[in-house]
């Protein structure tokens, strides 16, 4: 990701693609971030993960983890973190262009 130091990460995890698919929805269509990616986690756990202004991801997350709990019991985690540390940034998909298309795509390898 280049020069995004200062941009906000929130993210949300779920239990199940469906939430995950809902918080997405409801994160993009909530304020102005950028669907970074998702992780499939394993055991059915997804993570979804976007990137903008800290107030924007906040909004965002905050409408991702609501859509997400009207889908049943799928949200397990929302979280926001202001200012990425530059060394966590390495650790983060790069991939602007990944959706939630399945789990062919670069970010979809289980971490176990």
């Known amino acids: 990701m280049a ?6 990460l ?4 779920t239990r199940g693609l469906v939430p995950a698919i809902e918080a997405a929805d ?4 909530a304020a102005e ?8 986690v394993g055991g059915g756990y997804v993570t979804v993960l976007v990137r903008g202004e800290t107030g924007a991801v906040n909004a965002a997350v905050r409408a ?3 859509a997400c709990e009207r ?14 540390h530059n060394e966590v940034e390495n650790i983060l ?7 939630l298309g399945g789990r062919d795509g670069d ?3 289980a971490i176990a």
Do not use: C, W, Y
Request: charged residues 15%; without cysteine.
């Open 107 to 109: 970010l979809s390898q």
């Open 3 to 8: 020069n995004v130091s200062g941009i906000a």
């Open 33 to 40: 971030v950028r669907l970074v990616g998702r992780q499939f």
């Open 71 to 84: 889908v049943g019991d799928g949200l397990v985690a929302a979280h926001i973190i202001a200012r990425v």
């Open 26 to 29: 409801a994160m993009t269509k």
């Open 64 to 66: 991702g983890a609501d």
């Open 10 to 13: 929130g993210m949300i995890e």
């Open 93 to 99: 998909p790069t991939s602007p262009d990944t959706g």
